[in-house]
């Protein structure tokens, strides 16, 4: 079995992880990203790390093949917007919610792909994982999916960063959120929440007699 300092679900171009990938140079690295401009950019930006492993899958509750929809790459520029690379999802309508005055995704600006989606579970396997410092996610409203899904008695994770504000609908906070929340507080992690879109569980580690 093998230990992991970082695991990414949701790497987009690998630009503002730059701060994490150094830091975890010196362990192995997963980075998950399934949008296929993003991941030609991710391999480009994060060539020099001999200790990185790149997915170009999703990460769900079955291991099956999946609809994934994202943002065409020539339509990022006319959109105006550097983040709509990210938004890449299993519903098409979520992205289509994003829609402002200021972000004027049409239908036609969303291409998809029929994609390979792992489990966790089947992810750990893969790679023969037992211990996890860092598992990051952020994936467009799947946290939900990913966070449920992981057995925390079977696996060893030290920190779990995700973005919270897309749990129960695109931009919506409520049920699914708290109950991650309690799973994760059950499972011994202490919760905070970074800034208004990401919460930082951490293990406590403490045994009491």
């Not at 990210?86 to 239908?107: A, C, E, M, W, Y």
């Not at 992981?150 to 696996?155: G, L, R």
């Not at 109950?179 to 879109?197: A, H, P, R, S």
Request: glycine content about 4%; some cysteine; overall charge positive.
């Amino acid at each position: 079995m093998s230990e992991f300092g970082l695991v990414i679900i949701g790497a987009h171009i690998g630009v503002h992880i730059n701060k994490d990938l150094e830091e975890y140079k010196n362990q192995k690295v997963i980075l998950i990203e399934p949008v296929p401009h993003n991941l030609k950019s991710l391999k480009t930006n994060t060539i020099k790390y001999k200790n990185i492993f790149i997915e170009p899958v999703t990460i769900g509750n079955k291991n099956e093949n999946r609809m994934f929809y994202y943002i065409k790459e020539q339509s990022i520029a006319k959109l105006g917007k550097h983040w709509a690379s990210g938004i890449g999802s299993f519903d098409k309508q979520h992205i289509l919610n994003h829609k402002t005055k200021r972000f004027k995704v049409r239908d036609d600006d969303i291409d998809t792909i029929k994609i390979e989606s792992l489990t966790f579970k089947a992810l750990c396997e893969k790679y023969q994982i037992s211990k996890i410092d860092k598992l990051q996610i952020d994936v467009e409203g799947a946290e939900y999916e990913i966070l449920n899904s992981i057995n925390y008695k079977k696996i060893s994770i030290n920190k779990i960063l995700f973005e919270f504000k897309h749990f129960d609908g695109t931009f919506k906070e409520g049920e699914k959120l708290d109950l991650i929340k309690k799973k994760l507080i059950f499972n011994n992690y202490d919760l905070t929440q970074v800034d208004q879109e990401n919460i930082l569980a951490k293990k406590n580690n403490i045994i009491y007699n």
